[in-house]
């Protein structure tokens, strides 16, 4: 009897898991993680393995804390369900909704709750037409997205997202979306300098706007980094370009930050970092640490008073909207970032640190550039570091790098042939050095299996 073989043999034969082919995991099985604590998870080999992707970027305060299992388990006993329909409400919701709105962007005061970062945009497409349609501009349709951006896996999350992927697979998207460039410098503008790149991304969008005409558009989404793309940070002229281009439109911004949120890039929101007022913010992942399910739209005024000032119903709604014990367990979540200042730390000092140490690692032979921001990251795996020119997309290096980071006790994600970090906000310095460490030892050993000259 083997354990750990007993249950990947059961997982294979019931368990269909997500972002997976399903016949290739099958042929090789799964790692079990079985518990984690502080940075770390462990597997059901023994192995201890630092998660630099915090989960899928959501264990914002690491893992054990036992304060939000306490918040959780005192819910649960109390009230362990009730709904927000039928004019009900409960306290953990209330008092969710109030702390959100006093860290949010000062024209942010109202928050719809959800289940997931996808129920938000869902939330977002519906909210964003109603609006119009109250508005008496029911033409205003369109919502303007991003190539390669991430907003979700439900139908309506997959067509705002730009995966050409999933859009492949997806059947007909949802009508009205549109999408344009992405502002990824290192793949697809460095023949212009970075900000010349922004601008012309920027551009793009005041393109799009012309081509459909201002009366047809309802709104723009975009992450403030695009995270699941490729932990993209738009050169620093795109966001304040976009900005003066909305300001010249009558069109909704909403900024998805279901990843930059809770203090991913040093703010509170990754509006805040790049000094945005958005009308709709998608929230999910970090609000809870990713402890219990949960997720949202943060609506600015504008949007809000003619939601609530029009009146009439809004035909929308989900069983677990502002579930009491997801609820507790994101505000004590919320509690304890504002008690030990995570945020601050993030921008003042870990966030500075992890960018001089990472910013190191582009020194290495595969790496054609190395970024960060706050507590996000990625390196790009190149052939040649003069050119910056790809290995053939059949080697899958991204992959092959990833899978020797995971055996070697770090966990980065790879999206094509670039290696993402977003770990926990608790992370020390002397625990960033060992991510550093251990990522500059999963280069190397990719190194070797590519036969790459490594100049020490
Ligand atoms: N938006 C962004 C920016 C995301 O990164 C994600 C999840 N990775 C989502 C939306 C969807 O969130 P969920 O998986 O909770 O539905």
């Not at 990472?358 to 290495?364: E, G, I, R």
Request: hydrophobic residues 40%; glycine residues 10%.
């Amino acid at each position: 009897m083997n354990w750990t073989k007993d249950m990947q043999a059961l997982d294979r034969a019931h368990h269909l898991h997500p972002f997976t082919d399903f016949k290739a995991l099958g042929e090789e099985g799964s790692r079990i993680v079985t518990h984690a604590d502080g940075i770390y998870i462990f597997d059901s080999e023994g192995h201890r393995i630092l998660d630099g992707m915090a989960g899928l970027w959501c264990v914002n305060l690491g893992y054990g804390r036992q304060a939000l299992v306490d918040a959780a388990t005192r819910q649960l006993q109390q009230l362990p369900y009730y709904n927000n329909f039928f004019k009900t409400t409960h306290v953990p919701a209330v008092t969710l909704a109030d702390t959100l709105c006093r860290l949010a962007p000062a024209s942010v005061n109202h928050v719809f709750f959800t289940g997931s970062g996808s129920e938000a945009n869902d939330t977002v497409l519906r909210m964003v037409r109603r609006y119009w349609a109250l508005e008496g501009q029911p033409d205003k349709q369109w919502i303007i997205a991003r190539e390669n951006a991430y907003h979700g896996s439900t139908v309506a999350g997959m067509s705002l997202g730009g995966m050409a992927p999933m859009h492949a697979q997806g059947g007909p998207l949802v009508p009205g979306i549109t999408h344009i460039a992405q502002p990824y410098w290192f793949g697809e503008g460095r023949d212009q300098s970075p900000e010349d790149f922004g601008r012309a991304c920027a551009a793009a969008l005041e393109e799009r706007i012309l081509e459909l005409g201002e009366e047809n558009v309802a709104a723009f989404i975009a992450e403030p980094v695009q995270g699941a793309g490729g932990a993209i940070i738009p050169p620093d002229s795109y966001w304040p370009a976009v900005k003066e281009i909305l300001a010249r439109y009558d069109i909704l911004l909403v900024v998805d930050e279901v990843i930059c949120g809770f203090g991913r890039l040093g703010e509170w929101f990754g509006s805040q970092h790049y000094g945005l007022e958005p009308d709709l913010m998608p929230i999910a992942k970090g609000m809870s640490s990713g402890y219990l399910p949960i997720g949202g739209v943060m609506v600015g005024d504008r949007v809000a008073d003619t939601l609530i000032d029009t009146g009439g119903e809004f035909f929308h709604g989900f069983t677990y909207s502002g579930h009491p014990a997801c609820a507790a367990v994101a505000l004590k979540n919320l509690e304890i970032m504002q008690a030990a200042g995570v945020v601050q730390r993030v921008r003042d000092d870990v966030g500075p640190y992890l960018a001089q140490r990472w910013s190191a690692l582009a020194d290495h032979p595969l790496v054609g550039e190395a970024r960060s921001l706050g507590l996000i990251g990625a390196l790009e795996l190149v052939a040649d570091k003069a050119t910056g020119a790809r290995f053939d997309k059949s080697l899958g290096v991204g992959n092959l790098c990833r899978d020797i980071s995971f055996a070697n006790g770090l966990v980065m994600r790879s999206v094509g042939d670039s290696m993402i970090i977003s770990p926990p906000l608790t992370m020390t310095r002397d625990q960033i050095d060992e991510l550093v460490s251990l990522a500059r030892q999963a280069l190397d050993e990719t190194a070797r299996h590519l036969n790459v000259a490594i100049h020490k």
